[in-house]
């Protein structure tokens, strides 16, 4: 549905001294060391060639097209060398492999580390490949042996993420009710101590000390969430089994769903609004809305709309990413929100 969007999930993967490497960016790479195999991979196909003798060295080339009318992706070039014995009779060895990325069918052949074709967290990103390979993986598996719909599994997914994490988050939310329990006596130490700002801080601070507040708390949630979802944008991003799954007003959860579309580009948002990435937005825009309700007044306007800036920042980065994305985001802010409540 978007071939600008598969050409930026498109790269050159290759097993080049018994270990995985790719290239993505660059549009060439020299091998200088023992290869195994070289694959042309975009986000769900790939054409791998393997060598049972290895190669010897060689380089591949690549260039990603640009042209947005064109359903070209890449061109790609590999030359390869290898040495052969002396004689009038020799045999080379070779496998091609040209189909799905799926995990399953590339953990099993006959090759090392085909399996790493799926992009399950990759360079600075490569933290989260162990949360996708033995957390996410196992848990989306088990659902779909028995789940028919794909939407569905990924609301159950959710949740067995929160129950894992809610530990974790317990004690910010804790906080939160306490300080909402608060409100009320900071509201009079307010109207007692006037204007001096200075002194309603430190009696503020004081009281939560007291109270056994963290006002920071609520920043433990945040920061959890980054890792999940970059482990979860590179789980849906790479996972062939959403591919063409209908769920709701989606017609494929590997791609964003329309709501409205148009014909010309817009920079920042593309030629569509995707409606799973509102309802992302929106359930985002209601947890610093009930936040707000809960803590004390902000005297500091910056601090009183931060919270409202990362929800709107969100519509523009969620809009072109794939729906399964953007679904898990809407039940994980539902979940979030019946929490707090």
Known sequence: SDVVYERTVSSICFYEDNDFDYIQ?????????????VSV????????????????????????HTDKTSDVLAEATATLQTKLPLGSVATLPMQLYFGPTDYKILKAQDAPEMDKLVNLGRDMYTFVRPINKYIVMPVFNFFGSFIGSFGLVIALLTLCIRLITSPLVYTSYLSGAKMKALRPEIEKMKARLGNDQQAV???????????????????????????????????????????????????????????????????????????????????????????????????????????YIFPFILFFVFNGLPSALTWYYTVSNIITLALQW
């Not at 960016?25 to 195999?37: A, G, Q, S």
């Open 201 to 307: 801080g430190m009696e503020q601070m004081k009281l939560f000390r007291e109270a056994g507040v963290n006002p920071l708390g609520g920043c433990i949630p945040a920061l959890l969430q980054i890792p999940i979802f970059f482990a979860l944008y590179s789980f849906f991003n790479s996972n062939i089994a959403l591919r063409g799954e209908e769920f709701l007003w989606a017609h494929n959860l590997a791609s964003y769903d329309v709501l409205f579309s148009w014909k010309t580009s817009i920079i920042g948002i593309g030629n569509h609004v995707s409606l799973f990435t509102i309802t992302a937005v929106i359930t985002s825009f209601l947890i610093p809305i009930y936040n707000m309700n809960m803590t004390p007044d902000q005297n500091n306007p910056m601090l009183k709309y931060m919270p």
């Open 25 to 37: 960016n660059k549009t060439d790479h020299k091998f200088e060391k023992p290869v195994e195999w």
């Open 41 to 64: 991979a975009q986000q769900f196909f790939n054409t791998t060639l393997v060598s049972k003798n290895k190669f010897t060295g060689g380089e591949v080339r690549w260039f990603r």
